[in-house]
């Protein structure tokens, strides 16, 4: 029941969630995500301290059809996600890069580790 | 044939002449998914059967408005698909792979490969996955080292696939896995063509793997929430397991 209420829900605002995975680099946060059918220069990423959020367009929009009851025709263009960070980054110190359809993200952690030395 | 609460279900009642049967279930990247499907679609299979149960999730899938079990068995006298849509939760997968192997059993099932993914780390830097293999006794190893595909020589292996070998090996079928190297977390056709010719060396089917390169993109999109749910499942079956090693190796 939760995955069609959610299909709805997408078919009106016309953006479709993408597939992400998140990793702890210990400095960093590391997080890729699957933007098929998306090209480097229709991705956007804006970050705060606390969030990270990926919009992208895809270059042919994709349709569903037949969907017995639910809907006859739905069409999405857009990928777009809002990531709440486990920990604060530095939004200034991220980079990121876009090969094959998957973009990856590193953004360095506000508090770094520090070694303490044993006397 | 019933096994507890799982079913299978003959409906074309098929006369089965010591057949292979590949199996494709929700796994790592969908590998074993995609490929069943496309299998079933190239070859124009027609549908047998299907699996049910109250253990699997509450979905039924509507295709050219006629409702069917997400859970379908395809083939014909020499070739059976096991093929499923939908997620197979953890607490299915012991009663699910007894009836399944049972029933293998009973239609005389020459051998069974299970067509899965390897999680591969650096897999957005790999341009061609490799297919590795691993089988439940000596006669199936020597079926994988004949056609040439690279043994996984240690580790854990977890999921659906790693207790179908271990269901198989009990009731002395012949079984392999072959495993195509993939994105853990998003669905990945290149794999399963990848997987589809190394599974051709076993079966000749000689399926062109091009339409499933040229329509990867759309797949990926399309196989999205198949995907999630399939993460989350794995997650409980200790999938993150196949990154380690054994203690003991011997």
Known sequence: MRTER?????????????LFEMEDKGDAIKITVDLPRVKKEDVEINATRDTVEITAKMN?????????TIQKRMTFQTFQKQIRLPEPIDPDGASASFKNGILMILMPKVRRKVLINIE | MEDEIVTIVEEAGVVHKSPIVIEGLPDVGLVGTIAASYIVEKMDYAKIGYVESDLFSPIMVVHDGKLHNPFRLYGNEQVVVVLSETVILPDAVYPMTRALTDWFKVIGAELVISVTGLPAKNRIDIEKPEVFGVADNDAAVKKLKDKEIELLEEGFIAGTYAIMLRECK??????ISLLGQCFPVYPDPGAAASAIKALDKFVPLGIDVSDLIE???EIKVKARDLMRQTTLSSQQMQKSAEQDMPIMYR
């Open chain 1, 6 to 18: 959610r299909i709805i829900k997408e078919g009106y605002d016309g953006n479709l969630e993408p």
């Open chain 2, 170 to 175: 009990k009731r002395s079928l012949n079984a």
């Open chain 2, 215 to 217: 329509k990867e993109e």
């Open chain 1, 60 to 68: 042919e929009a994709i349709a569903w059809e037949r969907w017995g």
